[in-house]
């Protein structure tokens, strides 16, 4: 799955992330890199649903999360009480993360997977 592989790199001078995939540079509409602000990798529960591989992604309770921002990442968690509430992240020691101002991208991976920094 080498062309599906996605890597973000960080560029000090304008303090974002930007996205790479497959080893390209991944482009918005409009031919710029996709870059954000602040990532967040959510690690969630999946289960396959039938042979089309469609996905059923329990989105609602908690987890673990990384944060990434100004070109650090730290381990976290995220809540979500309810399908109709919002999905909160804290660092490790309960302090509820302050994003950048800017996009942020949330990446939800399956929970049997890891990150490579």
């Known amino acids: 799955f080498r062309d599906y592989v996605v890597e973000w790199n960080y560029n000090s001078s304008t303090n974002l992330y930007y996205k790479n995939l497959g080893g390209q540079k991944q482009l918005d509409d409009s031919g710029e890199n996709i870059s954000a602000s602040n990532l ?7 289960e396959i649903l039938d042979e089309a591989l469609r ?8 987890g673990e999360a990384t944060i990434c921002l100004d070109g650090f990442c ?19 020691d ?14 939800l991976l399956d929970d049997n997977y890891s990150l490579t920094f």
């Open 40 to 46: 967040i990798f959510q690690s969630v529960q999946t």
């Open 55 to 62: 996905l059923r992604i329990k989105l609602s309770g908690e």
């Open 74 to 92: 730290q381990s976290g968690f995220w809540k979500k009480n309810s399908a109709t509430d919002r999905t909160i992240f804290y660092y490790e």
């Open 94 to 107: 309960g302090r509820e993360v302050e994003f950048n101002r800017g996009k942020t991208w949330v990446h």
